[in-house]
């Protein structure tokens, strides 16, 4: 117990000289380099979490914003399409699941060209290491697979999308074509809602993460603050580096000591 007690007094009078020490004074301690190390290092450290901090607040409000700007035009096309309702439920239902297929399609897609582009390294680091051509050759028709199969499923997806622009999109003179458009316009504005809120979650996601790690470096340099505040009050002890602010810890440690 005194032990711990005697370190935490030698902490104290490390900040203490940290606090009250004159330039010059400071200067001549062979240990306070290592406390200023220390200190710079907790400073840059919380001013970059700050930053990335501030850049989650930032997507929050670009995403907010988007929403806000958005609203009166969603409420305009909303009663449009509510005005022509007969006509809208038309195409509703047609393309409300044609577009769940396109977007499961490209979710696939996605996935899939992952695959294909780690494939594609593995096969390269293959020619570069492999000596059997049997290998290299099988990997590489695997390769040209892959590709067909992108390939089908990207005209696939063409077609859909191509499809899903006839249903909404009025004929010449048709009768509540103001009503499609206007539906129209809100699945766009789904579409839209959808593609910045995913990418303000990668965003975050990725500030998040790099606040983690951040903190955890936050954590042993508070550590290394502790050492280095620890030295400083043993260097000032020992060396009987006097300050009025030192006398009541100074008695404390010669009394533990």
């Known amino acids: 117990m005194s032990r711990k007690k005697l370190d935490e007094l030698f902490i104290q009078l490390g900040d203490l000289a940290r606090e009250h020490l004159l330039d010059e004074d400071a200067n ?3 240990t306070m380099p290592a406390l200023w190390a220390a200190e710079e290092r907790i400073v840059a450290l919380e001013e970059e979490i700050a930053s990335l901090e501030n850049g989650i607040n930032e997507e929050d409000a670009e995403y907010s914003g988007f929403l806000e700007r958005h609203l009166a035009e969603k409420t305009e096309n909303e009663e449009i399409a509510k005005k022509w309702k007969k006509t809208v439920q038309g195409v509703e239902s047609r ?9 499961t399609a490209k979710g696939t897609m996605r996935y899939e060209r992952n695959n294909f582009k780690a494939a594609e390294a593995k096969h390269t680091d293959l020619e570069m290491t492999q000596t059997d051509d049997r290998k290299i050759a099988l990997s590489k028709e695997n390769l040209k697979k892959m590709r067909l199969q992108l390939m089908k499923k990207t005209r696939d997806i063409d077609e859909m999308e191509r499809l899903f622009k006839n249903i909404l ?3 010449p003179g048709q009768i509540g074509a103001q009503g499609i458009l206007a539906y129209k316009r809100l699945l766009e504005m789904e579409d839209e809602q959808e593609e910045l809120k995913q990418k303000v979650d990668e965003k975050i996601k990725e500030y998040s993460k790099k606040i983690g790690v951040l903190e955890e470096e936050l954590k042993e340099a508070d550590f290394d603050l502790e050492d280095a505040l620890y030295e400083v009050g043993v260097e000032c002890y020992e060396g009987h580096v006097e300050h009025p602010s030192f006398a009541a810890v100074v008695a404390k440690i010669e009394k533990l000591s």
């Open 169 to 171: 999109t009025p004929k």
């Open 95 to 103: 393309s409300r699941e044609l577009k769940k297929k396109i977007a």
């Open 28 to 30: 001549q301690l062979q």
